[in-house]
């Protein structure tokens, strides 16, 4: 319900756009593409009737540390429950009917973040601008911190800390 929620306001206008196809591009979905087909549930991408199958195989796990299914590589169990339940809500909120994995996304956020910069148009701030706003940021304190987070030695009363070297 609560990813339901955060895409409410985004679900009249998408509709209303439409599109011919959906295409995700993080390792969830290539995670949740890989089981669904691994598990037979669907052989053309992820559709919303395979979704509901993996709901009910994570539903019958009851745990995280229980899940067992062909194709999960381990280091993702921790945040595959997450992942599949946005990816569902999406589906729901959106109307998919079924969505392809594409491996070019770090490529493609690349390209998108170079032209960003080139047009002088920052789309990792406009983000997080976005973000402020939505959840009414303090913008004086945020300020304040980002200044203290960018300082090479921060000198507290007492205390001397410098960063670590990366």
Known sequence: MSALQELEPLQSRYRRLGWGQAVGASGTVRSIDTVVRLAGWSQKGITPRALERLRDELLKAGNVQRLQLEGLNPARQAVFIGGAVVLYAT???????????????????????????????????????????????????????????????????GLWVEPRAN
């Open 91 to 157: 589906f729901r909120a959106l109307g998919i009917e079924s969505m392809q994995y594409s491996q070019g996304a770090l490529r493609e956020g690349i390209l998108y973040d170079l032209l960003g910069r080139i047009r002088e148009d920052d789309l990792r701030t406009r983000t997080v601008k976005a973000l402020a706003n939505r959840y009414h940021v303090d913008q004086e304190h945020a300020s304040n911190v980002e200044r203290t987070a960018s300082c090479s030695r921060l000198r507290v009363p």
